[in-house]
């Protein structure tokens, strides 16, 4: 599919992707061809850096099409915002980097006069929770409908962000395993390592646990891209606006921290000969390293 709109084949791509039933309502919006073509045309104008098909765009935009689908709506439709929002939820290294330049990086001067950790913490808390997939589920970049500017729509969010933090009982944990997800990770299948008894598995669980609320938001939100959605390095960079060898660095740096401070409580809390706990926390230490995925997951 060409990247250039071909005015007399968007309305019958549009139409494709709309519910059998609204087809002919959407094929009844005067000058319907005309119209697409001046979205598209603006969006690429906005983000030419960005590729994305006409027909990926106009299969998203039909999600979104409300049911009043007329000429007026679809003229105040922000579509270059609605084409950044589509590509930045299948994951495009270029609308990821517009995304953080272009939207992401003016929503500090909204949010009112904050302490400088606590935006950087919300802007952490807010990639994760637009730009990156629950299971199955797409981003929640891909619920913006383009109804409203993006950076209107994604303000929001960042100050719904803002107060959950500011009640850290309240506070979203990025990760919030079930025991028996940890257990099974940590778990080597040999029964002769102490590490797979019900007691040292609840320990554990509960030190991995602490560790991770311990963490940096940022490096929670490396660690998860990286280990848990498979975001390169490179695509990373595109994300942060930063260079590769930076965050591979960043993200090295997360893990290691990760260990150690596993290594640390481990040793306060158990009560074993010098040996003996080395050769725990060496296991430990080796599974981590080897499934941060399953543990982020």
């Excluded at 003229?75 to 953080?100: I, K, S, T, W």
């Excluded at 025991?179 to 669980?205: F, N, Q």
Aim: charged share 25%; with cysteine; hydrophobic share 45%.
């Amino acid at each position: 599919m060409s990247d250039t709109p071909e005015a007399d084949s968007l309305s019958a791509l549009l139409r494709a992707y709309v519910p059998l039933e609204r087809r002919v309502q959407v094929a009844a919006v005067d000058g319907l061809d005309a119209l697409l073509a001046q979205h598209l045309t603006a969006a690429r104008t906005a983000w030419p850096t960005v590729s994305l098909t006409d027909e990926d765009f106009l299969r998203h935009l039909a999600r979104h099409l409300p049911a009043e689908a007329t000429a007026e709506v679809l003229r105040q439709l922000h579509g270059a915002d609605l084409y950044l929002a589509c590509a930045c939820a299948e994951g495009n290294p270029q609308a990821l980097r517009a995304f953080d330049q272009h939207v992401l990086q003016k929503v500090p001067s909204r949010l009112g006069s904050l302490p400088r950790a606590t935006v950087d913490e919300v802007l952490q808390v807010l990639r994760a929770r637009l730009l990156m997939g629950r299971g199955e589920a797409p981003p929640k970049i891909a619920d913006y409908s383009g109804r409203g500017p993006l950076l209107a729509w994604v303000r929001i969010t960042a100050a719904r962000i803002a107060g959950e933090l500011a009640n850290r009982d309240g506070r979203q944990e990025l990760f919030d395993e079930p025991p028996e997800a940890l257990a099974r990770m940590l778990s080597t299948g040999d029964p002769e390592h102490e590490l797979v008894r019900k007691d040292s598995r609840e320990l554990l669980v509960d030190v991995l646990r602490k560790v991770l609320a311990s963490l940096p938001e940022r490096e929670r939100a490396l660690l998860r891209l990286h280990h848990l959605h498979g975001f390169t390095m490179d695509k990373l960079a595109a994300l942060y606006g930063e260079s590769r060898s930076g965050m591979q660095r960043q993200v090295a740096h997360a893990r290691e921290r990760l260990l150690k401070l596993t290594r640390t409580e481990l040793a306060a809390r158990m009560r074993m000969e010098a040996p003996e706990l080395e050769s725990l926390l060496g296991l430990v230490r080796s599974r981590l390293d080897l499934s941060l995925n399953r543990l982020l997951g």
